[in-house]
């Protein structure tokens, strides 16, 4: 079944609006606050005025990708240069994020979508199925991602949330603290150098909670202990007290603090004005530019396999 209207979960206590296209998640509002604790345009059908990539999945391979060249075997192939021609960034303008996904399963509390990319699209090999399932469970969210491939291919598939837990102009007010004490840094082009750093002594050290700062570089990956189930990741907190808790099965974790959002006069639903740090991308993944650092984990798919992540948004109120 294929539709663009937006589909609202809802457990009693949380509610949250997918879009079709992008498979984005455009809303999540808490039993007794008035606000939506995402962005979102007013009119959700009015993506280009939202946030770059806001609420969606993005992929088939997520972050950026190193002159958008991906080496399989003794195969060469080439995504699309998105970013100052230097990078490929979220595959692309044609990525998952543009994609009208399919709705397979619809309940009051629960969504799965589908997309297929053909063997070539996005520059990359294989015919692609991808699910995602979201469901609403008392104050928790979760997102179930899926893929196969019937030719090797890279996937990394990641959601693209940006959160505003407490109403305010901008997320400097919001503590965050992540469970990762090693981060990946980065060049002039915002692509990993290869080294694997602690996170002490560094502007990226939220191993203890603290203000979301004002700072163009949170931009970064951050490295997640290997345990395969979903942990926590990540806990963010608001002026006011809301407070979101993330766990994953992904062993990366990008920050990134919203430095770069465009400016938009119009106002979003229940949040401020947007503008730069009015919220905060909080996105599990493998890490970036894998296929050219082999040290990183791997993000090569192969047919017969399935790609798997699953991520908790676990919210309390205030």
Known sequence: ???????????????????????????????GLPRNLVLEVSDPQSRAA????????VGPVANRVRAGRVVIGDETFQMPLNENGVTCLHSGSEGLHAQVWQVR??????????????????????????????TVEGTTLSLHITATTDRPTP???????YWNLDGRLDVTGHQLTLAADRYLPIDAATLPTGEIAPVSGTPFDFTTARPVPRDPRLDVNYCLDEDTGPRLAATLKGADGTTLHLSTT??????????????????????????PYAGIALE???????????????????????????????????
């Open 155 to 161: 996937m990394n598939i990641a959601a693209h949330p």
């Open 50 to 57: 939202t946030p770059d990539y806001a609420g969606a999945l």
């Open 284 to 318: 599990p993944q493998l890490w970036p530019d894998a296929l050219f650092h082999r040290h990183f984990p791997a993000i090569l798919l192969s047919p017969g396999h399935v790609w798997e992540q699953r991520t908790l948004y676990r919210l309390t109120a205030p």
């Open 105 to 134: 399963m619809r309940g009051p509390d629960k969504v799965t979508l589908q997309c297929r990319l053909a063997d070539g699209a996005i520059g990359l090999p294989g015919n692609r199925e991808i699910t995602a399932t979201y």
């Open 1 to 31: 079944m294929t539709s663009t209207d937006p589909i609202l979960l809802s457990s009693g206590a949380l509610m949250a609006t997918i879009l079709p296209l992008g498979a984005a998640l455009t809303a999540v509002r808490l039993d």
């Open 250 to 275: 992904a062993p990366g974790l990008q920050v990134y603090g919203g430095a770069h959002l465009p400016r938009a006069d119009a106002a979003l639903p229940d949040n401020p004005v947007l503008g």
